[in-house]
């Protein structure tokens, strides 16, 4: 495989808001490898790991699995997957996955002595920067864009409570849990990407196909 530096996407919104749906349509429209932060944790419950009841119990009560279980199955699937198009979808949930996140993309000391030649190229604007912005700049910890899909609270009860997939926090109980800790975790997060200009806000009110129309030209503007 080539050492082509990734794309990532990360797909944000609150409980139902639309990110599993869309990503459906933009895999489909745009060839990218979708990776829901949520359905990895299902899977590990289902596959019965060692932290499988800890990440069902967190779940039932709308709350955030530790950032580094997550971010080691995400870690996982980007490392096996020879599509370097990543949609990452329903994380990072807080800042401290996104903390996370940013870390395992971050390459080790060791590695960045194997870019020194890189490193020589660009001496004179190193000099301005701090050793961590150097970092970012070699290994591309940050994500291309994030997808906000912006839905409001009653939109999103309603698809939630009436999504009948057996989710065991797909109940009126766990979803007002799931959006009260979108609001003071998740929200954080796209604040930050905003003011890095790389959020993409979406009216996700609307038609499948009328939401996916505003998400088609972010993709089609990357491609050209
Ligand atoms: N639907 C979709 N689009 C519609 C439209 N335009 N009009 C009408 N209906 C529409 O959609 C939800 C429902 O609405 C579906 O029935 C769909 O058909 C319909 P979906 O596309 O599934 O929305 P999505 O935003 O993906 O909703 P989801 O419930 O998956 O969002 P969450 O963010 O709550 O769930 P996720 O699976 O990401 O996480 C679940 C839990 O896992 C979290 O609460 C947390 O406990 C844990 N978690 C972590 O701890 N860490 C992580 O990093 C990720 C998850
Ligand atoms: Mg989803």
Same mark, same amino acid.
């Given at each position: 495989?080539?050492?082509?530096?990734?794309?990532?996407?990360?797909?944000?919104?609150?409980?139902?808001?639309?990110?599993?749906?869309?990503?459906?349509?933009?895999?489909?429209?745009?060839?990218?490898?979708?990776?829901?932060?949520?359905?990895?944790?299902?899977?590990? #419950?289902?596959? $019965? *790991?060692?932290?499988?009841? &800890?990440?069902?119990? !967190?779940?039932? =009560?709308?709350?955030? /699995?530790?950032?580094?279980?997550?971010?080691?199955?995400?870690?996982?699937?980007?490392?096996?997957?020879?599509?370097?198009?990543?949609?990452?979808?329903?994380?990072?949930?807080?800042?401290?996955?996104?903390?996370?996140?940013?870390?395992?993309?971050?390459?080790?000391?060791?590695?960045?002595?194997?870019?020194?030649?890189?490193?020589?190229?660009?001496?004179?604007? #190193?000099?301005? $920067? *701090?050793?961590?912005?150097? &970092?970012?700049?070699? !290994?591309?910890? =940050?994500?291309?864009? /994030?997808?906000?899909?912006?839905?409001?609270?009653?939109?999103?009860?309603?698809?939630?409570?009436?999504?009948?997939?057996?989710?065991?926090?797909?109940?009126?109980?766990?979803?007002?849990?799931?959006?009260?800790?979108?609001?003071?975790?998740?929200?954080?997060?796209?604040?930050?990407?905003?003011?890095?200009?790389?959020?993409?806000?979406?009216?996700?009110?609307?038609?499948?196909?009328?939401?996916?129309?505003?998400?088609?030209?972010?993709?089609?503007?990357? =491609?050209?």
């Amino acid at each position: 495989a080539t050492q082509e530096k990734p794309f990532i996407t990360f797909v944000l919104g609150g409980p139902g808001s639309g990110k599993g749906t869309q990503c459906e349509k933009i895999v489909e429209t745009f060839g990218f490898k979708h990776l829901s932060a949520g359905d990895l944790l299902r899977r590990e #419950i289902a596959s $019965k *790991s060692e932290y499988g009841s &800890m990440i069902l119990n !967190t779940i039932r =009560e709308g709350k955030i /699995v530790p950032s580094q279980v997550t971010v080691k199955l995400i870690q996982r699937e980007m490392e096996s997957s020879d599509n370097k198009k990543f949609l990452i979808d329903g994380f990072p949930r807080s800042e401290e996955n996104r903390i996370a996140f940013e870390k395992i993309n971050t390459k080790t000391l060791s590695d960045l002595s194997a870019l020194c030649s890189k490193v020589k190229e660009t001496e004179c604007y #190193i000099k301005e $920067k *701090s050793r961590r912005d150097l &970092m970012k700049i070699l !290994t591309g910890a =940050e994500p291309n864009l /994030v997808l906000f899909f912006d839905c409001p609270e009653k939109e999103m009860v309603k698809r939630v409570l009436s999504r009948n997939q057996g989710r065991v926090d797909d109940n009126i109980d766990t979803m007002k849990k799931r959006l009260k800790v979108f609001e003071a975790l998740n929200r954080p997060v796209i604040n930050y990407y905003s003011e890095r200009g790389k959020v993409f806000k979406i009216s996700a009110v609307g038609t499948v196909d009328e939401i996916f129309e505003q998400v088609r030209p972010i993709f089609a503007s990357c =491609e050209a």
